[in-house]
């Protein structure tokens, strides 16, 4: 069992930056593919980025230039960098957990965890 806890949501002006932590429970951390999700009011939840290994990352082209996924295996925690926010960011986002994986999964039913979520808010 993995337990996620997000952080580092808020509100912040377009053209700003945030960054949001995710830290995870256990003692295997580094063997999981780790993503970032978004859900938006009235939207469907939305992949934003993912991070299996250390350094094979992919993005949703709506983010690719802006943001950056990261992980510290020795703090289990995964990282989602945001900058040149815009107000169509705005969303609760969510970290996730895969325990298989071949490539960074992209698709919500490959994750076996979840986190709370958090508020990010971009105001123009």
């Known amino acids: 069992q993995v337990q996620l806890v997000e952080s580092g949501g808020g509100l912040v002006q377009a053209g700003g930056s945030l960054r949001l932590s995710c830290a995870a429970s256990g003692r295997t951390f580094s063997r999981y593919a780790m993503g970032w999700f978004r859900q938006a009011p009235g939207k469907e939840r939305e992949f934003v980025a993912a991070?299996?290994?250390?350094?094979?990352?992919y993005y949703v082209d709506s983010v690719k230039g802006r943001f950056t996924i990261s992980r510290d295996n020795a703090k289990n925690t995964v990282y989602l960098q945001m900058n040149s926010l815009k107000p169509e960011d705005t969303a609760v986002y969510y970290c996730?957990?895969?325990?298989?994986?071949?490539?960074?999964?992209?698709?919500?039913?490959?994750?076996?965890?979840w986190g709370q979520g958090t508020q990010v808010t971009v105001s123009s």
């Open positions: 991070i299996s290994g250390i350094i094979s990352t």
């Open positions: 996730a957990a895969a325990a298989t994986w071949k490539t960074p999964p992209q698709k919500g039913h490959e994750y076996d965890y």
